[in-house]
């Protein structure tokens, strides 16, 4: 390794050795691994805010930094949020309620919207995209599922007539129910119904560069077929055998990836054009650790395993089967438990926190970050780098500031060793 070449000349000066040093860390800026890389660049989280015992925003900001998470997931523009989050380099997906759908839709909504609860932020807060509504197309609204195109397209102007559209993007969340068929992943097709949204969607996507975004939960799927779904599958369990596409002739070792790369699978099927250039992106996973009577899997140690294992996978910079060399980006679900969400019991024990922030559950795997480093010890890439690029043309992520920051956190102790 370079580094290495620069402690092998004990006869040299030290101020050569200095200089060797320094050219030597340039070429590890520029030059380190993937492997490298802090997984703050990689996974994210989503923070709920639907509960009546939570604490304020400030105290996410110490349990973020100690799992080393720099991206976080809003699901509404709440001012307090926004302004916890300042200066702190976090970069957040602010979330535009479903209630303001119909309104945004309309170019002057939208301008007024962001010139309301996007522009005051800027720039201290780190907004690099906006996910407009969330599972819409599996509602039972239509007026809601016609609005959501326009409001997409109507906030991306808006952001553009701001110069903002190269540095927030616009997406929104979709349920896999999307899906009409999932299985095998090589059999991946939308539902027909939504085929006449979901197109227009993809265009809107590869056009802009923003990410397709799914909630992909293994959870259900094993909930809904315990028999026919092993829950090792389910759990991402690395010592699990898989489970092969006969179709493609590619292995799937674990549920989550099979079910992304059943999406990408329907994208290409539905519009071929946008599936050269869209990237799908997880805003949520999860798995819940308690429930109802009937929802046995819903268990600490079930969470644990599957968290802890989704950090592992994340942190390994690996793609899917169909997609090895697009790094999987995952917002986990969720920081806290949310007691005041509605549902079965499983919704309101999701979270990795419980609301005076002890920990629910130990996870048994966090990967390695670096604490204490620009940003307060949070990513401080601008804009949404490795996460997306806004240029559909390239799509390949930039990983600059963990390349940067992990190289610097072992090139400074080799250079110790060298001066």
């Known amino acids: 390794m370079p580094l290495r070449l620069g402690c092998r000349r004990p006869q040299c000066a030290r101020g050569i050795h200095l200089a060797v040093a320094l050219c030597v860390l340039v070429l590890v800026l520029a030059l380190a691994p993937a492997s490298d890389a802090s997984y703050v660049s990689l996974l994210g989280i989503n923070y709920g805010r639907v509960g009546n015992n939570l604490p304020p925003p400030q105290a996410a900001l110490p349990l973020l930094q100690n799992l080393g998470i720099g991206r976080v997931r809003l699901y509404d523009p709440d001012p307090a949020t926004l302004r916890a989050f300042a200066r702190t380099g976090i970069e957040l997906y602010v979330g535009v309620p479903d209630q303001v759908l119909a309104t945004v839709a309309d170019p002057g909504g939208a301008t007024s919207w962001v010139k309301t609860n996007i522009l005051p932020f800027l720039p201290d807060t780190k907004i690099v995209a906006l996910t407009v509504g969330n599972e819409v197309l599996t509602g039972n609204d239509t007026a809601l599922t016609r609005s959501l195109l326009p409001a997409m397209q109507s906030l991306h102007d808006a952001l553009a007539a701001a110069n903002l559209d190269k540095q927030i993007a616009v997406t929104t969340a979709h349920n896999l129910g999307i899906l009409g068929t999932s299985y095998p992943p090589s059999a991946g097709a939308f539902r027909k119904d939504l085929l006449q949204y979901l197109c227009p969607i993809l265009d809107f996507h590869a056009r802009t560069g923003s990410p397709f975004l799914v909630n992909a939960y293994p959870y259900f799927a094993y909930s809904d077929d315990p028999k026919g779904i092993h829950l090792e599958y389910a759990l991402l369990e690395p010592s699990y055998a898989g489970v092969p596409d006969a179709n493609t002739g590619l292995h799937y070792p674990n549920l989550l990836v099979a079910q992304i790369d059943a999406a990408y699978h329907a994208i290409a099927a539905a519009n071929s054009a946008a599936a050269r250039v869209v990237q799908i992106r997880v805003s949520e996973t999860g798995w819940p650790s308690a429930g109802d009577a009937n929802e046995k899997a819903a268990t600490p140690q079930n969470a644990a395993r599957y968290n802890s294992n989704l950090m592992r996978l994340v942190a390994e910079w690996k793609g899917t089967p169909l997609k090895p060399g697009v790094p999987l980006r995952v917002y986990l679900f969720a920081l806290f438990n949310e007691n005041t969400k509605p549902g079965p019991a499983s919704e309101r024990h999701y979270g990795l926190y419980n609301p005076d922030s002890t920990q629910v559950y130990p996870l048994s795997y966090i990967p ?44 400074v102790a080799v250079l110790m060793l060298a001066v």
Not at 376 to 403: F, H, K, L, Q, V
């Open 368 to 411: 390695p970050h670096v604490p204490g480093g620009g940003g307060g010890g949070y990513n401080s890439s601008g804009g949404d780098d490795g996460y997306y690029n806004i240029s559909a043309a390239s799509p390949e992520p930039t990983r600059r500031w963990t390349w940067v920051h992990a190289a610097v956190a072992g090139g």
